[in-house]
């Protein structure tokens, strides 16, 4: 049997630099565990652009579109702001969503205990919390007809239509429900059926899939707003919860803070299955390419690191492993070891983008 492929795009700015501290990774699972991938690299964002005129070429997507993987480090800086918009770098990644078809936004918002003090919450709010965000990626307002900006009379109207087919929703529903029963069994969906029909179509085939498909799961229906209210107030009331595009957008940015800092936070998008069963992925951190940083050795490599982790469990089927790595870094961070950016202490000195990745690896070994 061929090993598993993965398709590397590190990007712009810190991106190569927290995707070597992966490579590091990726070699002690072939080394020390017998996991090998056939890795293969590419360029996406600005370094694309300044390579071939593009931020992603054909050569590059139909790689995409072959592998079990992708996992991508961040694309974008200032040097690339005054380009044309249909070839900023930005473009690159939005095409990788677009002709995948990713339409299901897996957004974990874990709070580490060594952590727990950088949240903006009272400790025990935020402790030990664990929830995943499902946001619908690929249709809603920020793709709905008609769109643009016209005139009046006398004056401009912006518009933008929200706009959700069935399909659309009962598809990210199902997502949300299978990994339901990989966790807590307890799906919280969010739209406002209040005042926007296609947040009432939303409740309705949510409900509808539910009954029908996952009866053993448990649904509950909040409004939008409401689930931000209550996302504050006490997140750990949450195990999935499954929302639109505009609102997961919101929703999911809210909760990730929760728990600390840009530097910790994976995402997966997935979409439909592939021949074998599962679904076309791409990993990638949260955060961009902290062009303030980059170059400097200064960046911190676990968003990235636990992207891969996603991509063991989702991808891979990997799930022991992924959680032998999530526990690794869990280690690391009780170690007391941190990158700049998980620090608010003067006079401690930081650990660079490299020793991070070492002390990952160190945990590794000390996890056999
Ligand atoms: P950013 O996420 O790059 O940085 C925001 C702040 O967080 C900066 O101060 C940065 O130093 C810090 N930060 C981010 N990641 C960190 C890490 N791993 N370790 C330590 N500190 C980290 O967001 P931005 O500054 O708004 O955007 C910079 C560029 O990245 C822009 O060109 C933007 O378009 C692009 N961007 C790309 C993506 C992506 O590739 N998915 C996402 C967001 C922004």
């Known amino acids: 049997m ?18 070597a501290e992966v490579r590091k990774i990726i070699t002690w699972f072939g080394d020390k565990r017998g996991i090998t991938f056939d890795v293969s690299e590419d360029l996406v964002g600005g370094c694309a652009y300044d390579a071939h005129g593009v931020p992603l070429t054909d050569e590059t997507m139909a790689k995409a579109q072959e592998v079990d993987a992708v996992l991508l480090g961040a694309v974008g800086g200032p040097k690339y702001d005054s380009l044309d918009f249909s070839v900023k770098p930005e473009r690159g990644l939005l095409r990788l969503r677009k002709e995948m078809d990713l339409f299901s936004n897996l957004r974990p918002a874990q709070c580490f205990d060594a952590l727990a003090d950088f949240s903006s919450l009272k400790k025990n709010v935020v402790a030990g919390l664990d929830i995943m965000i499902i946001r619908e990626l690929t249709s809603g307002v ?12 006398n004056e401009r109207v912006g518009i933008n239509t929200q ?4 399909s659309e929703i009962a598809r990210v529903a199902r997502s949300a429900f299978e990994m339901a029963r990989k966790r807590s069994n307890k799906v919280c ?13 939303w409740r309705e085939v949510v409900q509808e899939i539910h009954d029908a498909e996952y009866p053993d799961v448990e649904l509950s229906h909040m409004y939008a707003d409401a689930g ?10 949450f195990d999935v919860i499954v929302t639109d595009n ?10 990730a803070m929760l728990t600390g800092s840009l530097g910790m936070l ?3 998008s997935l979409g439909a299955p592939m021949a074998n069963g599962r679904p076309k992925a791409l990993y990638e951190p949260v955060h961009g390419s902290a062009p303030d940083i980059a170059g400097q050795e200064k960046a911190n490599p676990c968003a990235c690191i636990l992207s891969f982790a996603m991509a063991l469990r989702y991808s891979f089927d990997l799930g022991d492993e992924a959680t032998r790595l999530e526990a690794a870094v869990e280690k690391v961070l009780a170690d007391g070891v941190r990158t700049a950016d998980l620090l608010n202490e003067e006079g401690v000195t930081p650990a660079t983008t490299s020793q991070m990745g070492d002390a990952v690896v160190a945990a590794l070994d000390a996890s056999l």
């Open 2 to 19: 061929s090993n598993p492929s993965l398709l590397i795009l590190p990007g712009d700015g810190i991106g190569p630099e927290v995707m």
């Open 189 to 201: 969906s969010m739209e406002k059926a209040n005042v926007m029909e296609s947040g009432i179509l």
């Open 142 to 153: 920020y793709f709905g007809e008609p769109r643009g900006i016209i005139r009046e009379g």
């Open 228 to 237: 931000a209210m209550q996302l504050t107030r006490w997140p750990k009331q």
């Open 266 to 268: 994976p995402s997966a």
């Open 246 to 255: 505009l609102f997961g957008d919101l929703l999911s940015d809210l909760a």
């Open 163 to 166: 706009r959700y087919t069935e």
